[in-house]
């Protein structure tokens, strides 16, 4: 959890910068824009994911060999609660809004949210565990959750990549940026 902790504030941190550079005019040293901004703040946070997922998975694999036991108090218990209600809230809002309109950060930051679901599921369902008799369960799980983080963080690193190195919007995308450009440049003439 100290981990994941530390990944969700430099991953806050990542796409606050990404959508304020995203939103800058153009300007001489970026005729088109700051919109890579984005991708360039999720492969930020797929990187932090990948961290995260070793983390996970090297106190699991310390767990298991040692045999160390789940051990959660009852407020920790609710804290985790509520971090996990908020990024539930955080994933379908995200969710919501992507469904309207792509947005490298936005898909970021659902994916983070995500990843913050599974792991805080994964310690409270230690927590559970650990109460109905089965402590060390939780830290087979914990092996499991870490190969999915990394898995997740490694497909966001690849579809954003692509768009950080220049790679060509979609054929519909371009089509509607042309449509744009089209609309902008009959405007102007109607004006002067």
Same mark, same amino acid.
């Given at each position: 959890?100290?981990?994941?902790?530390?990944?969700?504030?430099?991953?806050?941190?990542?796409?606050?910068?990404?959508?304020?550079?995203?939103?800058?005019?153009?300007?001489?040293?970026?005729?088109?824009?700051?919109?890579?901004?984005?991708?360039? @703040? &999720?492969?930020?946070? %797929?990187? !932090?994911?990948?961290? +995260?997922?070793?983390? =996970?998975?090297?106190?699991? *694999?310390? #767990?298991?060999?040692?045999g160390a036991k789940a051990q959660l108090d009852l407020p920790v @218990? &609710?804290?985790?609660? %509520?971090? !996990?209600?908020?990024? +539930?809230?955080?994933? =379908?809002?995200?969710?919501? *809004?992507? #469904?309207?309109?792509?947005?490298?950060?936005?898909?970021?930051?659902?994916?983070? @949210?995500?990843?913050?679901?599974?792991?805080?599921?994964?310690? +409270?369902?230690?927590?559970?565990?650990?109460?109905?008799?089965?402590?060390?369960?939780?830290?087979?799980?914990?092996?499991?959750?870490?190969?999915?983080?990394?898995?997740?963080?490694?497909?966001?690193?690849?579809?954003?990549?692509?768009?950080?190195?220049?790679?060509s919007v979609a054929v519909s995308r371009h089509d509607e940026l042309a449509s744009i450009r089209s609309l902008?440049?009959?405007?102007?003439?109607?004006?002067?």
């Amino acid at each position: 959890q100290a981990a994941d902790s530390l990944s969700d504030l430099l991953s806050g941190g990542a796409l606050v910068w990404a959508v304020r550079q995203a939103s800058r005019s153009p300007d001489a040293d970026h005729p088109a824009g700051h919109g890579r901004a984005e991708p360039l @703040a &999720a492969l930020a946070v %797929a990187l !932090l994911a990948g961290v +995260l997922s070793i983390e =996970v998975l090297r106190a699991a *694999i310390v #767990a298991v060999a040692s045999g160390a036991k789940a051990q959660l108090d009852l407020p920790v @218990a &609710a804290v985790f609660a %509520a971090k !996990l209600l908020f990024r +539930l809230v955080v994933f =379908v809002t995200a969710g919501t *809004i992507l #469904a309207r309109k792509p947005n490298p950060a936005l898909a970021a930051l659902r994916v983070d @949210a995500r990843n913050d679901m599974l792991v805080g599921s994964l310690a +409270l369902g230690g927590f559970a565990l650990a109460r109905w008799g089965l402590p060390a369960l939780d830290a087979w799980i914990a092996i499991g959750i870490a190969i999915y983080i990394g898995v997740s963080g490694a497909r966001l690193a690849r579809e954003n990549l692509g768009l950080v190195m220049g790679e060509s919007v979609a054929v519909s995308r371009h089509d509607e940026l042309a449509s744009i450009r089209s609309l902008m440049e009959r405007s102007s003439k109607f004006i002067s």
